[in-house]
Structures are given as structure tokens and as C-alpha cells.
């Protein structure tokens, strides 16, 4: 089992452009759920995917978007990335919630972004 | 909104000693998990331990054991016979349950050192 994978590892942008950063979940999970954690802080929730939807969103602007493909991998967008965008970007995958079982979150090694 | 709080920045322990984390936190709900995850220098976030609110018995993982305080809102890890790998970065965490469950609220974390 692979557990949770993301591409890339490090990335170095310009103030201004675009990213995308892939997640593909643990085998057997549906949902996946991308974080912000910037240096020294806690993760911050960005939003949650299953089903192909966004079903819960964090406190972050419209910039950040994201996507979940029929094989439950999803990307993360950023448009008009800040300097304040720097972080690491963590993925996590699960099952989506029910009131029959409620499964953790296995996270993903995360992607460190600098923004120049 | 939920808020988790970690009052301890650095904590450092004696390896094969006990140290203690506190977190405490704010809901609302009646129905919600508490978490406590490790980060190590890999950045892979580790579920450490989970508590289910509706559970009065403190969880426990080995080496692991929470002390849950309901009324008091408090949330507090307990390593037992601390060893050179526990050190880490580590985070309490908060999800509602229900259909919100996996919506992840964290703590500011505790950096944790080990002597030997």
C-alpha cells in the first residue's frame, strides 16, 4: 500500500502565476482533503472532495480551487499565487463521513511552495 | 466556530520518562473527535491517538493515553516511557462528527525534545 502520494515535493513559483499540486489517496479511501500549514503553525483547512464535489470548505478565497477525478485523485489550484502562499500544502485521504464508521485521515508527505 | 488552543510552544522530556501535552479547545457540538498527531522533521503527519467525545473511557495506544476532560474542554497526551523517536512536532486536532466529519481544526503545536 502506497498510503497517500503527492506530486511534486518542492516547488518554486513567481508571484502572480499558477500551480497545481496532485494528490492520489490511500488505497480504498474516497475523500481527500488538502491543507495549508505554513512554517511553525498548524495545518489550515482548504476544502474536502468526494464524490467529484467540494463538500466542505475552509476560510480561503476563491483563488484556491480543486478538483477530484473518478479515480478519487484530486488536484489543488492556486491562481495569482502570493508571496503569502508560501507553505506546505498537505493531503489527506479517507473515507467520506458517515454515521456507520468514521475513518482518520492519512496524510500525504505534502508539497513545500515558495512563492518568489 | 471550533477553535483548538495548545498553550506549551517546547516541551522537552528524559528518554524513558513521562511528559504530558495539554490542549484545550471550543465547540459547540455535542457530537465531535479529538486527535493528537505527530509530526517528525519527514512532515508526514501521524494519528498519534483519536477520542470519540461520546466516550467517557480515555483512549490509550501503547506507550499513548489521552486525559479527556468533557466539561473542561480539555484534551491532554500522556507519553509514557518516552523514547528518541517520539521527538516531534506534535498537534491536537478537532473534527465534528457527522457529515462534517474530516474537517480537521488544529492546534498551534508542541515541539517535543527527547534527551538521552
Known amino acids: 500500500d502506497a498510503g497517500v502520494t503527492q506530486s511534486p515535493t518542492h516547488l518554486i513559483k513567481t508571484r502572480g502565476q499558477q500551480v497545481t499540486l496532485r494528490c492520489s489517496p490511500k488505497s480504498g479511501h474516497d475523500t481527500v482533503s488538502w491543507y495549508q500549514q505554513a512554517l511553525g503553525q498548524g495545518p489550515q483547512f482548504i476544502f474536502q472532495?468526494?464524490?467529484?464535489?467540494?463538500?466542505q470548505r475552509g476560510n480561503f478565497p476563491d483563488r484556491f480551487s480543486g478538483h477530484q477525478f473518478p479515480n478519487y485523485s484530486s488536484e489543488l489550484n492556486v491562481n495569482a499565487l502570493l508571496l503569502g502562499d508560501s507553505a506546505l500544502y498537505l493531503c489527506?485521504?479517507?473515507?467520506?463521513?458517515?454515521?456507520?464508521?468514521?475513518?482518520?485521515?492519512?496524510f500525504g508527505q505534502g508539497t513545500r511552495l515558495t512563492v518568489v | 466556530a471550533q477553535t483548538v488552543t495548545q498553550s506549551q510552544p517546547e516541551m522537552s522530556v528524559q528518554e524513558a520518562e513521562t511528559v504530558t501535552l495539554s490542549c484545550t479547545y471550543d465547540?459547540?457540538?455535542?457530537?465531535?473527535?479529538l486527535f493528537w498527531y505527530k509530526q517528525p522533521p519527514s512532515r508526514q503527519m501521524i494519528l498519534v491517538i483519536r477520542q470519540e467525545a461520546y466516550k467517557q473511557q480515555n483512549a490509550t495506544e501503547n506507550r499513548f493515553s489521552v486525559n479527556f476532560q468533557k466539561a473542561a474542554k480539555s484534551f491532554s497526551l500522556k507519553i509514557s516511557d518516552s523514547q528518541l523517536g517520539d521527538a516531534a512536532m506534535y498537534f491536537c486536532?478537532?473534527?465534528?462528527?457527522?457529515?462534517?466529519?474530516?474537517?480537521?481544526?488544529f492546534g498551534q503545536g508542541t515541539i517535543l525534545t527527547v534527551h538521552p
Open positions: 472532495y468526494y464524490e467529484e464535489e467540494e463538500r
Open positions: 489527506a485521504s479517507s473515507l467520506r463521513p458517515s454515521g456507520v464508521q468514521l475513518v482518520e485521515a492519512f
Open positions: 465547540t459547540s457540538e455535542s457530537d465531535y473527535y
Open positions: 486536532a478537532y473534527s465534528a462528527g457527522g457529515t462534517s466529519y474530516g474537517k480537521l481544526t
